[in-house]
């Protein structure tokens, strides 16, 4: 039984200057377009080809270990890396900036829609992004599906987490909850020989819960606050407390996020509408940074919306408590969690109940999907209730056939055509500003 220390993992984080991985960051962070798969490929290329900070086994676990935590996978690899390499200043250095790039674009986006948003131009440019995202949404869900369901027990493990949560609106941490016990008592779910070996690894009890005391003041002190200044039932303060229960409950990546988030936001808080919820997505897909940054776009419109006051001032707070609930929680799952990660990678029953929550997530990606679909391609889609049923039922006469066009032609481009998200969304955007000058 190997024994690994905090500092051995760590590596070669002494051979690189701390300002040479600060300015890695930054341009990983401006050049991060195109969601986690880009991301996480891109970030390969840097960390293990150019740079060769870690081997590719290094670079594998930390990312079967971030796909499998809530959150955006794809920042929480950065920190690990950046933490791995200068310790915690690096790990914030690197997590920071991944994300403020696209942060601060975001934001700017969104104050634009929530000022513009009516324009006739502006609602056909995002007229075609949301055709465009239901497809890049199906690309994401065949993606995780081929790299989550390797056996039949995880296809099994999909189809009950679907079942549950778009016919009988199950909550998404019951579900996850269901298929992390179900994978830690049958730790058959992992594919042969994919157990690896024991190891045993140097960290302190005391070091480790000290970490997580210290993030997790960080991370709850300032929405207290704002709870405690505002009252519980501000629109603000519900969207800290949200985002927060957020940051726990969504494993599998931003799509994950969107799953349990777009219901609720539209349909349970009625802070948006589903076009709102399409359009925020689509920004997201256009801007670098982890497409979990629609949470700042959602934060801001909400309590634009439904802040009283100045809309302006109140967005932007909503937008910063969006981003903290969100992002302050990645820092504790990786700093709690980095010294760790090699050992779990090795220990079959914990990375058994890892692996059946993907499976049980590419089910409620699935229901995310549809439930897009639904309201992308019909003007009016109303909930009907039969007892523990829970089914959404289009209104087939609403069916908008310019959005069917719209939505196939995405799909060849970026299906079969393989181009790059970016391009499919100008070309989406463009093609619906020609219907609507047309008079289409």
Excluded at 5 to 16: A, F, I, K
Excluded at 52 to 74: D, H, I, T, V
Excluded at 113 to 140: M, P, R
Excluded at 303 to 318: D, K, R
Aim: with cysteine.
């Amino acid at each position: 039984m190997a024994e690994i220390s905090c500092e051995d993992q760590r590596g070669v984080g002494h051979e690189v200057p701390l300002r040479e991985a600060i300015q890695t960051w930054s341009q990983i962070g401006i050049l991060s377009f195109g969601g986690p798969a880009a991301q996480i490929a891109l970030m390969h290329r840097v960390v293990v080809e150019e740079k060769k900070w870690l081997s590719e086994q290094q670079y594998l676990n930390a990312l079967s270990f971030c796909m499998l935590l809530p959150g955006p996978e794809a920042m929480q690899l950065a920190t690990y890396v950046g933490w791995r390499l200068h310790g915690l200043k690096g790990g914030f250095a690197a997590g920071i900036l991944f994300v403020l790039p696209g942060a601060l674009v975001v934001l700017g986006l969104s104050m634009i829609y929530a000022a513009f948003g009516k324009l006739s131009i502006v609602e056909a440019i995002f007229f075609g992004i949301k055709a465009a995202v239901l497809v890049i949404v199906l690309q994401a869900l065949l993606r995780i599906a081929k790299r989550a369901l390797l056996m039949p027990e995880h296809w099994v493990i999909a189809g009950f987490s679907f079942v549950a949560i778009f016919f009988l609106a199950l909550p998404f941490p019951l579900i996850v909850l269901a298929a992390a016990l179900y994978g830690l008592l049958h730790k058959p779910l992992l594919p042969t020989g994919d157990a690896g070996t024991s190891m045993a690894i140097k960290v302190g009890l005391s070091e480790t819960l000290r970490t997580i005391a210290v993030w997790m003041a960080i991370w709850i002190t300032p929405l207290a606050a704002v709870i405690a200044l505002l009252g519980r039932g501000h629109v603000i303060s519900e969207l800290g407390l949200f985002f927060s229960k957020l940051a726990v409950v969504t494993f599998g990546g931003a799509y994950a996020v969107l799953a349990y988030m777009g219901q609720d936001v539209v349909v349970r808080y009625g802070w948006l509408d589903a076009g709102q919820m399409m359009d925020g997505l689509g920004l997201a897909e256009t801007t670098p940074g982890p497409l979990i940054l629609v949470t700042e776009f959602v934060g801001y419109l909400a309590a634009y919306q439904h802040g009283g006051g100045s809309p302006w001032l109140a967005g932007l707070l909503g937008a910063l408590v969006a981003l903290w609930a969100t992002f302050t929680p990645c820092f504790l799952w990786i700093f709690a969690g980095a010294p760790y990660i090699e050992w779990i990678n090795t220990q079959p029953r914990l990375k058994g109940a890892l692996t059946a929550i993907t499976a049980a997530v590419v089910g409620v990606i699935l229901n995310l999907t549809l439930w897009f679909a639904l309201h992308v391609f019909f003007g009016k889609v109303e909930q009907i209730s039969a007892g523990p049923l829970n089914l959404w039922s289009p209104v087939m006469a609403t069916l908008d056939w310019r959005v069917v066009v719209l939505a196939a032609s995405c799909g060849f481009l970026l299906l079969r055509r393989q181009w790059s998200i970016p391009w499919v969304l100008a070309t989406a955007s463009v093609l619906a500003l020609g219907m609507r000058f047309a008079g289409i």
